[in-house]
């Protein structure tokens, strides 16, 4: 990989001044990515490098062996419109294209892929008819009903994968599909499924790994097998999860009220905290215990909390996904304000105090929020916020809005920038300094932006922090001190 034509940024210490910045290769969008070759190593001595079309494919996405000799590379294009799976002769570096896909918005790597069964046919999975379905050599296999999230791998003629109802992505399950076009689950219990495999063709060995709402962890075992045991310290909190689909768009959500408290209780209304995230690859509101114990945690401090997954979330289908094209805002914070207002049919919700927490992506939907809803949300927290997205890579960034050296417009679109001058809510930013996922640039730039439009808020710098807080003292007073601000901010009492 040679990286000198990626910028050179440089992630400073204000802390300690006398350290010297870090330099790091940062694609943001719309500037130069690293330059990739593919070689394969003779353990004797000596290198071949592989070829194809660098030019039209830079980015090489997967690289893996079939099970026999041939080498299968996944490469796609810039735009990530188009994307080849090609097959190599270790020996010569020679490729030849054995599968291609295309679409007008992108095309999305799926896990796992490409897979080959034992008589050579290609399996792929690919958007078809709405769906991300199993491909065998090319020809969809899987219903329009179902979404394939994941390949696990293949034995003989038989292919597993990760997959869940197209209109509930709050579980997912493990199946297999066999040559002879049947295909079965292998997972019931609703929850969230997942499984490798090893062993020989003739005597797989497939390992499921269960998460359920009822039961806090995860559970190991060998299919047909015994449960292995688990010595996992139990959460300290027992989330009491009530999972909904709200509206036409069945959005799912979470809806977690303090312990002891229910829907029918007649107790006082409850002051509303969203807890998202809310942007795509990843999901909140799943049948699973241990996702949903900090929003617990914060559900007993006297909030009734609601973590909804909308449009631009996965295993929706495809139209679902491609809600976000040139415009990462609209449709997610369009979809939580629904959610928020179905949810006050059935639950005591007080909509004059509503807050809002989330981070990385979570954090960009929290601070959009309180900017361009403040009708509706009354105070945030934005944790590690994307807030200008061409201060992001490149990879991520151009698959949803595009190169902006062509057009710029849904960057600006989906810019926190150019409405900072709209905040009227209380806002506190939360950054970790040496994040060089999503730099504290993206803090700052908001907050200069807020400032010269002489609109208060707060900021909390963490020191040698990236983007996530592994360091428990550090992620445990943060959660006070957002929980002190949202208390403050939305004219609650002190935490006790």
């Given at each position: 990989m040679d990286t000198s034509p990626v910028s050179r940024w440089y992630i400073g210490d204000p802390a300690n001044p006398d350290r010297p910045a870090t330099e790091i290769r940062y694609p943001a969008a719309g500037s130069n990515n690293a330059k990739v070759t593919l070689h394969v190593l003779v353990l004797n001595g000596g290198s071949t490098e592989v070829t194809w079309d660098r030019d039209t494919y830079p980015y090489l996405a997967d690289v893996r062996w079939d099970g026999s000799e041939r080498l299968l590379l996944t490469v796609q294009s810039r735009d990530q419109r188009s994307l080849m799976v090609l097959e190599a002769d270790p020996r010569l570096?020679?490729?030849s294209p054995v599968a291609a896909d295309g679409d007008v918005a992108w095309v999305e790597l799926v896990p796992g892929t490409p897979a080959v069964l034992v008589d050579g046919q290609l399996i792929t999975a690919a958007d078809r008819d709405g769906a991300r379905r199993l491909m065998v050599d090319g020809t969809p296999v899987t219903p329009v009903d179902q979404q394939v999230r994941a390949v696990i791998g293949s034995r003989g003629d038989t292919v597993y994968f990760t997959a869940n109802p197209i209109d509930?992505?709050?579980?997912?399950?493990?199946?297999?599909?066999?040559?002879?076009?049947?295909?079965?689950a292998l997972t019931d219990e609703p929850g969230v499924h997942n499984a490798v495999i090893g062993g020989p063709d003739d005597a797989p060995v497939i390992v499921l790994r269960t998460a359920v709402l009822s039961e806090p962890g995860s559970?190991?075992?060998v299919l047909d097998g015994p449960t292995i045991e688990s010595f996992a310290q139990r959460p300290l909190v027992t989330p009491n999860v009530r999972l909904h689909h709200y509206g036409e768009r069945r959005l799912a959500t979470a809806v977690l009220l303090p312990t002891g408290r229910s829907a029918d209780d007649g107790g006082p209304a409850l002051p509303v905290l969203l807890d998202p995230y809310g942007g795509p690859h990843a999901l909140r509101a799943v049948a699973a215990h241990n996702a949903h114990c900090t929003s617990q945690w914060f559900a007993d401090q006297g909030f009734a909390v609601l973590v909804t997954d909308g449009r631009g979330t996965p295993g929706r289908g495809s139209e679902w996904e491609r809600a976000v094209l040139h415009d990462l805002a609209t449709a997610p914070l369009d979809d939580l304000v629904d959610a928020l207002h179905a949810a006050a049919q059935e639950y005591p919700l007080d909509l004059t105090r509503v807050g809002i927490r989330g981070w990385s992506f979570g954090g960009y939907l929290a601070a959009l929020a309180v900017l361009r809803r403040p009708d509706v949300f009354h105070a945030a927290v934005a944790g590690a916020p994307v807030t200008e997205w061409r201060l992001y890579d490149t990879h991520y960034t151009e698959r949803y809005l595009g190169d902006p050296t062509v057009d710029a417009r849904p960057y600006a679109a989906s810019s926190l920038l150019p409405i900072a001058d709209e905040l009227t809510r209380p806002l506190l930013l939360?950054?970790?300094?040496?994040?060089?996922?999503?730099?504290a640039a993206h803090t700052l730039q908001l907050s200069n932006a807020l400032l010269a439009a002489g609109k208060p808020h707060e900021v909390l710098p963490l020191v040698g922090v990236t983007h996530m807080t592994p360091q428990e003292v550090v992620a445990e007073h943060l959660l006070l001190h957002q929980l002190e601000f949202l208390r403050r901010s939305l004219g609650l009492p002190p935490a006790k």
């Open positions: 570096g020679d490729t509930d992505a709050t579980v997912q399950h493990v199946w297999r599909w066999c040559a002879d076009g049947t295909s079965s559970f190991t075992r939360v950054h970790g300094l040496a994040d060089d996922n999503v730099v």
